[in-house]
C-alpha cells in the first residue's frame, strides 16, 4: 500500500517546484532538451519493470502497456527536439523602423516563457500517456515548468515507480531539484491547487470533477488556467453510399472502435449515426457479440459503467441490440431528440448507440443535438462530395478533430494532433493536450522593447548565438538581425 501525502510531505513538494522554477525556466532549449530526453531514455529501461506493476494494477494488457511507454518516451523526445529547433519558443523579432506609417516602430522581440510551477492530475485510462509521464507533464517540462502530478488512485504503486524513475533521471541529468514531484491522497490535490505557487493545472477526467476543480482555479485570489479533458461522445455519422460501398467494413470497425480498451479511451465512439433501412444490425449485433468480457480499470470506473447502462437501458426509445462483452442499443433521431439529455450523456466503457436517421434535415437535427466533442467522424464517398461539404463545417462547430472515413480511437502524437474540442470536451478549446502545441498552455508571451541586445534572453540576440529559428520581420528565419 502507498500511503497517502502528509502535509509536511505536500509543503516541501511546493516549495522544491517553487525553487526549481527560475532555473528550469532559464535553461537554454538544448539543455532542457538533454533532460528531457534522459528521462525518455530512463524509462525505455526501466519498461520491464513497470509494465508488470501496471498490468497489475489495471488489468491492462501487457502489449498495450508496452505501446503506452513507447508512445510516453517518444512524446518526450518529440519536445526535446522541439525545443532544439526552437519552434517552441515561438521566437518573433520586429526590429525598429522610423519610416513606419502611422508612427514609427520601435524594436520588438517576444518570446513564450514558462508560467511556473504545473499541478497535473493523472488520468486512470492511460496508465503511462496521460499518467505521470504522460503528455501534461512531458508539455509542461519542455515549457520550463516544475511539475507536480496528483496521482491517480487507480495506479498508486505504478505512479510511485515511475515518478521514482523520472526525479532519478532528471537529478542524474543536472536538472534542479524539484522539477517534477508526485502527491498521493484524495483530497491533496485539492489542497495543492489552491496553493498560490501553482501556476496552471491539467486534468483527463470525468465532467463533475473537472468542473469542480475548474471552479477552485478561477476563483482563487489570483485565478489561474485550467486545462480540463471532461468527456466526449465523438459521434461518428454514415451516409448511404458509404453503406453501399463498404457496410460491412463499416460495423466491424464501428465494434472493434468502441470496445478498444474495453470501451475506456476518452475518444471512443459513442453514437453511430445509420440512414434508415442500412441493414447492417445482423452484421452489428454479430460483431458485438463476438466480443470477449475483461475486466475494468478499477472497481469504481466498472460501477460507474453499470449504472451509466443501466440508466441507458431504461430510456424509452432506446433498445437494446447485443449485450455481453459489449453491449450495442439502438434508437432514432426523433427519440433522441426528445431525450437528448438522457441519452447524450457519456457511459464510460463498452457500449455504443446506433442512431437511425430519415433524410438529411434528420442528420442536421442530429448534429446540432451534441455539445462539444474530442471528435466527429463522417464516413462518405467521393459520390457525397457536395453533401460532405455542407456537413463538414457543422461537426467542426462541435469537436476538435474531424475525421474522414476512419474511427476515432488512437491519436497520433504529433506537431498537427489536436486533442481538444468545446465544452465538455475540454474546458480550454483552443489548446491540446497531445503534441507539441500542447506546451502552449503552460506559457506566456513576454515582448522586449527596445532593449540592449547584451541583456537580452540569448534567442532574441541578433547573433541567434543557439541558432534556432525565429520569425524576423515577418520571415521565418535562422539568421541574425541586422539592425
Same mark, same amino acid.
Given at each position: 500500500?502507498?500511503?497517502?501525502?502528509?502535509?509536511?510531505?505536500?509543503?516541501?513538494?511546493?516549495?522544491?517546484?517553487?525553487?526549481? %522554477?527560475?532555473?528550469?525556466?532559464?535553461?537554454?532549449?538544448?539543455?532542457?532538451?538533454?533532460?528531457?530526453?534522459?528521462?525518455?531514455? =530512463?524509462?525505455?529501461?526501466?519498461?520491464?519493470?513497470?509494465?508488470?506493476?501496471?498490468?497489475?494494477?489495471?488489468?491492462?494488457?501487457?502489449?498495450?502497456?508496452?505501446?503506452?511507454?513507447?508512445?510516453?518516451?517518444?512524446?518526450?523526445?518529440?519536445?526535446?527536439? %522541439?525545443?532544439?529547433?526552437?519552434?517552441?519558443?515561438?521566437?518573433?523579432?520586429?526590429?525598429?523602423?522610423?519610416?513606419?506609417?502611422?508612427?514609427?516602430?520601435?524594436?520588438?522581440?517576444?518570446?513564450?516563457?514558462?508560467?511556473?510551477?504545473?499541478?497535473?492530475?493523472?488520468?486512470?485510462?492511460?496508465?503511462? %500517456?496521460?499518467?505521470?509521464?504522460?503528455?501534461?507533464?512531458?508539455?509542461?517540462?519542455?515549457?520550463?515548468?516544475?511539475?507536480?502530478?496528483?496521482?491517480?488512485?487507480?495506479?498508486?504503486?505504478?505512479?510511485?515507480?515511475?515518478?521514482?524513475?523520472?526525479?532519478?533521471?532528471?537529478?542524474?541529468?543536472?536538472?534542479?531539484?524539484?522539477?517534477?514531484?508526485?502527491?498521493?491522497?484524495?483530497?491533496?490535490?485539492?489542497?495543492?491547487?489552491?496553493?498560490?505557487?501553482?501556476?496552471?493545472?491539467?486534468?483527463?477526467?470525468?465532467?463533475?470533477?473537472?468542473?469542480?476543480?475548474?471552479?477552485?482555479?478561477?476563483?482563487?485570489?489570483?485565478?489561474?488556467?485550467?486545462?480540463?479533458?471532461?468527456?466526449?461522445?465523438?459521434?461518428?455519422?454514415?451516409?448511404? =453510399? %458509404?453503406?453501399?460501398?463498404?457496410?460491412?467494413?463499416?460495423?466491424?470497425?464501428?465494434?472493434?472502435?468502441?470496445?478498444?480498451?474495453?470501451?475506456?479511451?476518452?475518444?471512443?465512439?459513442?453514437?453511430?449515426?445509420?440512414?434508415?433501412?442500412?441493414?447492417?444490425?445482423?452484421?452489428?449485433?454479430?460483431?458485438?457479440?463476438?466480443?470477449?468480457?475483461?475486466?475494468?480499470?478499477?472497481?469504481?470506473?466498472?460501477?460507474?459503467?453499470?449504472?451509466?447502462?443501466?440508466?441507458?437501458?431504461?430510456?424509452?426509445?432506446?433498445?437494446?441490440?447485443?449485450?455481453?462483452? =459489449?453491449?450495442?442499443?439502438?434508437?432514432?433521431?426523433?427519440?433522441?431528440?426528445?431525450?437528448?439529455?438522457?441519452?447524450?450523456?457519456?457511459?464510460?466503457?463498452?457500449?455504443?448507440?446506433?442512431?437511425?436517421?430519415?433524410?438529411?434535415?434528420?442528420?442536421?437535427?442530429?448534429?446540432?443535438?451534441?455539445?462539444?466533442?474530442?471528435?466527429?467522424?463522417?464516413?462518405?464517398?467521393?459520390?457525397?462530395?457536395?453533401?460532405?461539404?455542407?456537413?463538414?463545417?457543422?461537426?467542426?462547430?462541435?469537436?476538435?478533430?474531424?475525421?474522414?472515413?476512419?474511427?476515432?480511437?488512437?491519436?497520433?502524437?504529433?506537431?498537427?494532433?489536436?486533442?481538444?474540442?468545446?465544452?465538455?470536451?475540454?474546458?480550454?478549446?483552443?489548446?491540446?493536450?497531445?503534441?507539441?502545441?500542447?506546451?502552449?498552455?503552460?506559457?506566456?508571451?513576454?515582448?522586449?522593447?527596445?532593449?540592449?541586445?547584451?541583456?537580452?534572453?540569448?534567442?532574441?540576440?541578433?547573433?541567434?548565438?543557439?541558432?534556432?529559428?525565429?520569425?524576423?520581420?515577418?520571415?521565418?528565419?535562422?539568421?541574425?538581425?541586422?539592425?
Amino acid at each position: 500500500m502507498t500511503a497517502d501525502t502528509t502535509p509536511a510531505e505536500l509543503e516541501q513538494a511546493l516549495a522544491d517546484a517553487a525553487g526549481a %522554477a527560475a532555473a528550469l525556466g532559464s535553461a537554454e532549449p538544448a539543455v532542457r532538451a538533454g533532460w528531457i530526453r534522459a528521462v525518455a531514455d =530512463a524509462l525505455d529501461a526501466a519498461a520491464d519493470e513497470l509494465v508488470p506493476i501496471a498490468m497489475r494494477e489495471t488489468s491492462l494488457p501487457e502489449p498495450r502497456l508496452r505501446g503506452e511507454v513507447g508512445r510516453s518516451t517518444g512524446q518526450l523526445r518529440m519536445f526535446a527536439d %522541439a525545443l532544439v529547433e526552437g519552434s517552441l519558443l515561438e521566437v518573433i523579432i520586429d526590429t525598429a523602423d522610423a519610416q513606419a506609417k502611422p508612427v514609427p516602430r520601435p524594436d520588438l522581440r517576444r518570446v513564450l516563457v514558462p508560467l511556473g510551477p504545473v499541478l497535473v492530475f493523472a488520468a486512470s485510462n492511460f496508465p503511462f %500517456a496521460f499518467s505521470v509521464c504522460g503528455g501534461d507533464t512531458a508539455s509542461a517540462l519542455a515549457a520550463g515548468c516544475p511539475v507536480i502530478v496528483k496521482a491517480h488512485p487507480g495506479h498508486p504503486e505504478l505512479s510511485v515507480r515511475t515518478a521514482a524513475v523520472m526525479i532519478e533521471a532528471l537529478r542524474a541529468a543536472g536538472a534542479p531539484d524539484g522539477s517534477l514531484g508526485l502527491i498521493l491522497g484524495f483530497d491533496v490535490g485539492v489542497i495543492a491547487l489552491k496553493d498560490p505557487r501553482i501556476t496552471a493545472a491539467g486534468f483527463t477526467g470525468s465532467v463533475p470533477a473537472g468542473k469542480a476543480l475548474h471552479e477552485i482555479s478561477v476563483t482563487r485570489p489570483e485565478p489561474i488556467p485550467f486545462y480540463g479533458e471532461l468527456g466526449s461522445l465523438n459521434p461518428v455519422f454514415v451516409t448511404q =453510399a %458509404a453503406i453501399d460501398a463498404r457496410g460491412n467494413d463499416i460495423a466491424t470497425g464501428y465494434v472493434g472502435s468502441f470496445t478498444l480498451g474495453v470501451g475506456q479511451f476518452c475518444t471512443k465512439p459513442g453514437l453511430l449515426f445509420l440512414p434508415a433501412g442500412h441493414g447492417l444490425q445482423d452484421k452489428l449485433t454479430e460483431a458485438a457479440g463476438g466480443v470477449a468480457s475483461a475486466t475494468m480499470l478499477n472497481d469504481r470506473i466498472k460501477d460507474t459503467f453499470d449504472s451509466g447502462l443501466d440508466r441507458l437501458g431504461k430510456v424509452d426509445g432506446v433498445r437494446v441490440w447485443s449485450a455481453g462483452g =459489449a453491449t450495442l442499443l439502438q434508437t432514432t433521431v426523433s427519440e433522441l431528440l426528445a431525450r437528448q439529455d438522457e441519452i447524450l450523456e457519456e457511459c464510460f466503457g463498452p457500449v455504443s448507440i446506433v442512431v437511425e436517421y430519415d433524410g438529411l434535415d434528420e442528420l442536421r437535427s442530429a448534429i446540432a443535438a451534441f455539445d462539444g466533442n474530442l471528435t466527429a467522424t463522417l464516413h462518405a464517398e467521393e459520390s457525397d462530395n457536395e453533401l460532405a461539404t455542407e456537413l463538414l463545417p457543422l461537426l467542426t462547430a462541435r469537436a476538435g478533430r474531424v475525421l474522414w472515413n476512419g474511427w476515432p480511437t488512437g491519436v497520433a502524437v504529433s506537431w498537427a494532433q489536436h486533442h481538444g474540442g468545446p465544452f465538455p470536451s475540454t474546458v480550454g478549446s483552443i489548446h491540446t493536450s497531445v503534441g507539441v502545441t500542447a506546451a502552449r498552455r503552460f506559457q506566456r508571451p513576454v515582448a522586449y522593447q527596445d532593449a540592449p541586445d547584451p541583456v537580452l534572453p540569448a534567442v532574441l540576440r541578433d547573433a541567434n548565438p543557439l541558432g534556432i529559428t525565429r520569425r524576423i520581420n515577418g520571415v521565418i528565419s535562422q539568421d541574425e538581425v541586422e539592425r
